[in-house]
């Protein structure tokens, strides 16, 4: 149980387009959903926090306008990035937990988009 | 502030026992997990720890003492595909998960 998929796996586009990354929970509903960003041989970093039905919680220094969140439902949520460019590229990562379950439970994670703008 | 500390790097022998340490400092504890994150993929969660002892999964285990902000997760029969990196993560008294920055595992033959 508890599986995630994120598609696409992998983007490659040129600078100024926009890209979306869709975030899925098959067998639960995730009232909340997350979405990380990784660069080359760094930590995961939190970008922001995807709630159902309302507005998503950006940690701070993510531009809200860049990356868009909508979480229209309890099994989806997709991240918008804006206009992408080079600096941009990097390994996009959702996760969302089986909170039905309990507010303890892990974070399961999609397979990751690995994004490359040229 | 709230603060997850784990090596950066580690190294151990094919067939060997390995063990990775992290100390924590969170607003409230409502439990600290381990993950494992090979190279180029997204990680994939091997263990939850809420009370203080071991809990063991086959070759992995992992170990909480909440009165010192430490957890430890072992790992026994290294393996090459062990080679990963293992991130140590806590959740808060708002159920938001803090992260460690990781510890990359080198396993050699």
């Known amino acids: 149980g508890a599986v995630v998929s994120q598609h696409p796996s992998w983007v490659i586009c040129k600078s100024g387009t926009s890209v979306k990354i869709e975030c899925r929970s098959l067998?639960?509903?995730?009232?909340?959903m997350f979405w990380y960003r990784q660069f080359p041989k760094q930590s995961l970093m939190l970008m922001a926090t995807?709630?159902?039905?309302?507005?998503?919680?950006?940690e701070q220094g993510v531009e809200k306008d860049k990356f868009l969140i909508n979480h229209a439902s309890l099994t989806l949520s997709t991240l918008t990035v804006t206009s992408a460019h080079p600096e941009d590229s990097s390994f996009y990562i959702c996760?969302?937990?089986?909170?039905?379950?309990?507010?303890?439970?892990?974070?399961?994670f999609g397979d990751g988009t690995r994004l490359s703008i040229l | 502030g709230q603060n997850i500390d784990q090596p950066t790097e580690m190294t151990a022998t094919e067939g060997a026992i390995v063990q990775i340490n992290c100390t924590y400092q969170t607003s409230g504890f409502n439990g600290l997990f381990w993950y494992q994150q090979h190279a180029g993929e997204a990680p994939t969660f091997l263990s939850y720890?809420?009370l203080d002892g071991l809990e063991e999964k086959g070759r992995f285990s992992s170990f909480l003492s909440r009165s010192k902000g430490y957890s430890y997760l072992l790992l026994k029969e290294l393996q090459m595909k062990d080679s990963a990196s293992y991130l140590c993560?806590?959740?808060?008294?708002?159920?938001?998960?803090?992260w460690g920055a990781g510890t990359k595992l080198i396993i050699k033959p």
């Open positions: 067998d639960f509903q995730a009232t909340t």
């Open positions: 993560a806590c959740m808060d008294s708002n159920y938001q998960l803090i």
């Open positions: 995807s709630n159902e039905g309302s507005k998503a919680t950006y």
């Open positions: 720890n809420v």
């Open positions: 996760s969302a937990s089986d909170r039905g379950r309990g507010e303890s439970q892990p974070q399961h």
